[in-house]
């Protein structure tokens, strides 16, 4: 397995799903079947197959597995600043709402970054999933040895 290329296209596995899982409107991709989850992995083994010229079904869930680690350390990172997660779900719809609504107020401290750690299993999960059906659409068949009689 290239290492080189494992990083880099499980890299931008990552960065897919992150941006198709947290940018307005974009993130309703993830009403079908958490297609922004394992979209960015399933990516990242077309590019590493196109790049490498070939990929086995264990090097495919491998690639999803490390875009979803890198996913879910993206999103990890952008709910602790605000820009994902439940406090930016709240502001987002705060507009919907009338002004003297008052909204939930999102977890905090302990609590808040145990939920995020779950985010973070969640995308690990779907990055595996994304692997293993791009290893299963993407992956070298193997020719089959002609029998000798």
Do not use: H
């Not at 990242?44 to 790049?51: N, S």
């Not at 997660?85 to 709402?97: F, I």
């Not at 970054?113 to 995308?123: C, F, K, S, Y």
């Amino acid at each position: 397995m290239n290492t080189k290329n494992l990083i880099i296209y499980s890299l931008i596995g990552g960065l897919v799903s992150t941006a198709l899982s947290n940018i307005p409107i974009i993130n309703f991709i993830n009403c079908l079947l958490c297609a922004g989850f394992w979209a960015g992995p399933l990516l990242a083994v077309f590019l590493y197959k196109r790049q490498t010229g070939t990929v086995t079904l264990g090097q495919s869930v491998v690639i999803g597995l490390i875009a979803g680690v890198w996913a879910g350390l993206f999103g990890f990172i952008l709910s602790l600043v605000g820009f994902a997660g439940g406090e930016a779900l709240m502001r987002s719809y705060q507009q919907y709402l009338p002004a003297d609504a008052e909204l939930p107020v999102p977890p905090e401290g302990g609590l808040s970054i145990l939920i995020n750690l779950a985010g973070v299993a969640v995308n690990i999960l779907f990055g595996g999933i994304g692997g293993l059906v791009g290893g299963a659409i993407f992956r070298t068949k193997s020719v089959a040895s002609p029998t000798v009689e």
